[in-house]
């Protein structure tokens, strides 16, 4: 009997061990590089891989959700700062109201790219649904967003 119970308390440690690795994000130093360079004062960012060859440190400034993509490379992709729905531009809530009745706005975003062009997304629920909207800075509609998984870690880089 002790032996079946140091087994299976053995069988449990590998599959706990193996089950922390996968979660784990191996952020290349590139782009840690460039996040730390871009935000010298942010230390608890959380690192999420979206791809095989793009991350995305999300992490708090100025009690605002953030978050900057950055590729392998350490290239900057796009950051993406938490902002309002009053700031949102003109005619997107309307856009919104028109075209997705019984949608409501529940997260809004600000994104700027790495060339500094600036649009807003919004995403809206209904019911268990999700969608991301996409605008202009004038708040002309520009596409819907697929919604990614991503593997993510609770890991902090410091």
């Known amino acids: 009997m002790k032996k079946l119970i140091l087994l299976f308390v053995a ?4 599959i706990s061990l193996s089950a922390q690795n996968k979660s784990e994000v191996k952020v290349t130093e590139k782009a840690k590089a460039t996040f730390a ?15 095989k060859s793009e991350f995305k ?28 729905k009053s700031v949102l531009p003109k005619g ?4 919104v109201a028109k075209n997705y009745k019984e ?6 975003a600000k994104v700027v790219d790495a060339k500094g062009v600036v649009t807003f997304e919004t995403q ?14 004038d708040g002309k509609y520009i596409e819907k967003k697929e919604m990614k ?10």
Not at 37 to 51: A, H, N, R, T
Not at 149 to 158: D, F, G, M, W
Request: no cysteine.
């Open 11 to 14: 069988f449990a440690l590998v």
């Open 37 to 51: 360079k871009l935000y010298p004062d942010v230390k608890d960012v959380k690192w999420v891989e979206v791809s």
């Open 57 to 84: 440190a999300e992490f708090k400034k100025d009690s605002k959700a953030m978050a900057t993509f950055i590729d392998a490379e350490g290239n900057l992709i796009k950051t993406k700062s938490e902002i309002s």
């Open 92 to 95: 997107v809530e309307e856009f």
């Open 103 to 108: 949608w409501a706005i529940t997260k809004t």
């Open 124 to 137: 809206i629920t209904k019911e268990q649904m999700k969608e991301n909207l996409m605008f202009t800075k």
């Open 149 to 158: 998984e991503t593997k993510e870690t609770n890991k902090k880089t410091k």
